[in-house]
């Protein structure tokens, strides 16, 4: 996603071409006029239908993690989704938008709370702005529920609520948006290194991958994941989990294509046209390449797991520069994602590091790729800049996430106990399973609470 605000001017420069009705994609006949109010409503319905396509994957995150968890975390899974997506919401509007695009210091804005720049009712609405401010800050503030749904499938069936949703409000308040503004925000990375990130491989998904990778060594693994003693532990439901899959790779088109950021020109709806190819593109690579590993590693048996974190790695990967590739090397970016994030998960757990689904893998290593991939399609980017952008942002939200998580664990804890792991997080935290919310008071409530 590039810089709505520093940016701009060069999009609206493009529409007013455009609204005199000169072509931008060649020398042919003129294109038809597009007026300047015509151009800001086209913008600005661009960033709503994106905004509640991303909103859309805040569902398919909680469905993929209700699905790879086991039974017993099922109901806490999905309070930690539906609650992290009003967490984040609530802190962008308070602290975190201002802080990433206040602009103040080529490091991060200024801690105040957001308010529109227009209202409805204006009588004359600013329309060389582009689009409406609050689509701008819909638009941006899904992604950063994003990041923190990353956070909560690493961790699960471990973590205490409480402490999960502070780390959450520090994370979509703070870290996320003072990263963002080294890149989207035109900071430092931009201005000084020419970092591209096109819709967030790194600004989003690595970044929630690093910040889960820090919570997942401090608040160590499962109860018998790992050791001579370990035991198989059964996901809840992979068809649910593959329902989660779908609906994330349905919002991903919002995701990369809305980062177009305007749709008030030929130009921009043939743009966000080849998004959308590539994104899907590198999404079905991603699967067929891990369905392929699996069965080698699964000696001639397939592992539907493998197979959709590998479409989830596949969009990963090309979501930091969706637009320059062709199709053809969309999907080698998706496939080479899907190879990364499949060994990465083995990587992992010789590690002995426990991610319940894969996020880290898919999210932290596949973005990571993609990112240091945008110079092979994009000639505006050097892999010197790129691998700054990496290490840097990396660095900071590693170290700032480790902290957060530190200070939780010595003050309030972070983990459930051995007795509340045991029982699961249903009923040690909500006091009810998946499938038993509403009962009454006393015995005989309780005895439905437990069925």
């Keep these: 996603m590039r810089d709505t605000k520093t940016k701009w001017p060069m999009k609206a420069a493009a529409i007013a071409i455009a609204g005199l009705g000169v072509g931008l994609m060649s020398a042919a006949p003129a294109a038809a006029e597009v007026s300047e ?6 913008n600005t319905l661009l960033f709503l239908i994106g905004g509640f396509l991303v909103m859309l994957m805040a569902a398919g995150f909680a469905m993929l993690e209700a699905g790879f968890v086991r039974t017993k975390h099922a109901a806490a899974i999905c309070l930690k989704n539906i609650a992290l997506y009003s967490i984040a919401g609530l802190m962008f509007f308070g602290v975190g938008y201002n802080l990433m695009y206040g602009g103040d210091t080529p490091f991060f804005g200024n801690i105040s709370m957001w308010s529109p720049s227009e209202v409805a009712a204006d009588e004359a609405i600013d329309l060389s702005t ?9 638009f941006q503030m899904v992604f950063v529920a994003t990041a923190a749904s990353i956070v909560s499938g690493t961790i699960a069936e471990r973590v205490k609520l409480g402490s999960f949703f502070i780390f959450v409000v520090v994370l979509t308040g703070f870290i996320y948006p003072i990263q963002g503004s080294w890149e989207w925000g035109a900071g430092w990375l931009d201005s000084q290194f020419g970092f591209s990130d096109f819709a967030g491989s790194t600004l989003v998904h690595s970044t929630g991958g690093w910040a889960a990778l820090a919570g997942a060594i401090l608040i160590g693994a499962r109860s018998g994941r790992f050791g001579p003693d370990a035991v198989v532990m059964q996901p809840s439901s992979l068809p649910l989990a593959t329902l989660g899959t779908f609906v994330l790779w349905f919002g991903w088109f919002g995701f990369n294509g809305a980062s177009q950021l305007a749709m008030g020109s030929a130009a921009d709806a043939v743009a966000i046209s080849q998004i959308f190819a590539n994104t899907n593109m ?7 390449t891990a369905y392929g590993l699996s069965l080698l590693l699964g000696r001639g048996k397939a592992n539907l ?13 090309i979501t930091a520069e969706p637009l320059t590739p062709t199709i053809f090397e969309a999907i080698l970016i998706g496939a080479v994602g899907a190879t990364i994030a499949t060994f990465g998960a083995k990587l992992l757990e010789a590690l002995h590091i426990d991610d319940v689904v894969g996020a880290i893998p898919v999210h932290l290593f596949a973005g990571i790729w993609g990112t ?10 050097t892999f010197y800049g790129q691998a700054v952008g990496v290490g840097a942002i990396g660095a900071f939200v590693f170290l700032s996430s480790f902290a957060v998580w530190l200070i939780l664990k010595v003050t309030i804890g972070i983990r459930l106990t051995a007795d509340e792991e045991t029982v699961g997080g249903d009923l040690s935290e909500l006091g009810h399973s998946a499938g038993a919310v509403f009962h009454t008071e006393g015995k005989e409530g309780k005895d439905e609470a437990l069925a």
């Design 37 to 42: 109010e015509t151009a800001f409503i086209f």
């Design 130 to 138: 582009g689009y409406s401010a609050a689509s701008d800050w819909f």
């Design 282 to 288: 590198a999404a079905a690579a991603g699967v067929m």
């Design 305 to 317: 797991a493998y197979c959709l974190n590998g479409a989830l790695a596949g969009l990963v990967a």
């Design 372 to 381: 240091m991939a945008v110079p092979l399609t994009n000639s505006d980017a």
